[in-house]
């Protein structure tokens, strides 16, 4: 399949995944919209866009195990510094189709944190383990790498970057799919366990 249309398939699936997780952005206008690389690529997304599922409700935090915790907290952290990372060089991309799917993952993962984190017990045995985030994920490096940047680096760098921090997230919800015990936050791990892996053959320029 050409690389552009691999790029326009997944950025439909991104946003559709996005809209499936459960609880959308606090703020659906603001929610960003890809730049458009090419009019097959604006298509998809706009379409994928248009047909997100609403609002999901809450997990009973009865029907999850310790592991289902410490999974969506971990998920939480890190799609936390997707957004990070991808905020951080959005304004300076070169690239059409880089900025698309850096919009789509975007406004993916927005949506999959505001699920996730409606899903977190807020009491109970695993409030604990609910309130960290695991914030950072060691790629505090990573994060000065696209800071400093050259303008005509930031391109390959957020490939890079990206696509490790996207490869330990499929790695993530992969382990999370074999254990956990609550079927929605396993298929949760079953989606994001695809999406990053798709991410990464992009960006990494896997055939």
Same mark, same amino acid.
Do not use: K, Y
């Given at each position: 399949?050409?690389? #552009?249309?691999?790029?326009?398939?997944l950025v439909a699936a991104l946003l559709l995944t996005g809209?499936?997780?459960?609880? &959308?952005?606090?703020?659906?206008?603001?929610? &960003?919209?890809?730049?458009?690389?090419?009019?097959?690529?604006?298509?998809?997304?706009?379409?994928?866009?248009?047909?997100?599922?609403?609002? +999901?409700?809450?997990?009973?935090?009865? @029907?999850?195990?310790?592991?289902? /915790? /410490?999974?969506? %907290?971990?998920?939480?952290?890190?799609?936390? #510094?997707?957004?990070?990372? /991808?905020?951080?060089?959005?304004?300076?991309?070169?690239? $059409?189709?880089?900025?698309?799917?850096?919009?789509?993952?975007?406004? @993916?993962?927005? $949506?999959?944190?505001?699920?996730?984190?409606?899903? *977190?017990? @807020?009491?109970?045995? +695993?409030?604990?383990?609910?309130?960290?985030?695991?914030?950072?994920?060691?790629?505090?490096?990573? *994060?000065?790498?696209?800071?400093?940047?050259?303008?005509? $680096? /930031? $391109?390959?760098v957020l490939r890079e970057v990206l696509a490790d921090h996207?490869?330990?997230?499929?790695?993530?919800? #992969?382990a999370q799919v074999d254990v956990g015990r609550n079927e929605?936050?396993?298929?949760?791990?079953?989606?994001?366990?695809? %999406? #990053?892996?798709?991410?990464?053959? *992009?960006?990494?320029?896997?055939?």
């Amino acid at each position: 399949m050409p690389r #552009r249309t691999r790029l326009a398939s997944l950025v439909a699936a991104l946003l559709l995944t996005g809209g499936c997780a459960g609880s &959308p952005t606090s703020n659906p206008s603001a929610r &960003p919209q890809p730049a458009p690389a090419s009019p097959a690529g604006s298509a998809a997304a706009g379409s994928a866009g248009a047909g997100a599922a609403p609002a +999901g409700d809450a997990i009973d935090a009865s @029907t999850m195990s310790g592991i289902d /915790v /410490v999974f969506l %907290s971990t998920m939480v952290g890190h799609s936390e #510094r997707t957004l990070q990372i /991808v905020r951080l060089a959005s304004g300076r991309l070169r690239d $059409d189709a880089l900025r698309t799917l850096a919009a789509a993952i975007e406004a @993916t993962e927005a $949506d999959e944190l505001a699920a996730m984190r409606g899903w *977190l017990p @807020t009491t109970g045995p +695993g409030a604990s383990a609910a309130a960290h985030h695991h914030e950072g994920h060691g790629d505090d490096a990573a *994060l000065d790498r696209l800071r400093t940047a050259p303008d005509p $680096d /930031v $391109d390959r760098v957020l490939r890079e970057v990206l696509a490790d921090h996207q490869r330990s997230a499929a790695d993530l919800a #992969r382990a999370q799919v074999d254990v956990g015990r609550n079927e929605r936050i396993r298929d949760l791990a079953r989606r994001i366990e695809q %999406s #990053r892996t798709a991410e990464v053959e *992009l960006l990494s320029g896997t055939p």
